[in-house]
């Protein structure tokens, strides 16, 4: 494994959840190769290795992209849209982790192949869990395909 090898895509454009979540994962000791991005034309700069991100393999993925719904530029339904609608990207498990508790964004999550969807716990105790159970489960539990 090298240095370079990112475990965890975070996509979010709110600097306070960005610094939050950052830190919810190092209280857990996840805090090793994270990648934050701030808008979704970042995001598919970089899972795409285009633009700014030119110089990246695409390969090995990131092990899991935790997506904000609602994203400058290009919003986090469509990320989802086109990282699921790609053969090298789509087994890359995608979880919305967002405030939005709209049923249509939930709906269309999943229709478009999300692997979760967690609405961001408002308690700071119950973000720190989320995070823990998030980083557990996807980053050392979850058996991608080879």
Do not use: C
């Amino acid at each position: 494994m090298t240095e370079n090898i990112v475990e965890i895509l975070l996509v979010e454009d709110n600097p306070d959840d960005v610094q939050l979540t950052l830190h919810a994962f190092a209280k857990n000791k996840f805090s090793n190769r994270i990648h934050v991005v701030r808008d979704g034309a970042e995001a598919l700069d970089f899972v795409f290795s285009t633009g700014a991100y030119a110089d990246r393999a695409m390969q090995p993925n990131p092990k899991v992209i935790l997506l904000d719904v609602k994203l400058p530029k290009v919003d986090g339904l469509e990320v989802l849209r086109r990282i699921k609608g790609d053969e090298r990207t789509r087994v890359i498990p995608v979880v919305m982790l967002t405030s939005s508790r709209e049923d249509r964004d939930v709906i269309e999550s999943y229709q478009l192949g999300v692997n979760g969807y967690i609405v961001k716990p408002v308690d700071f105790t119950n973000f720190i869990e989320a995070v823990r159970t998030l980083g557990m489960y996807w980053v050392l539990l979850n058996q991608p395909p080879v």
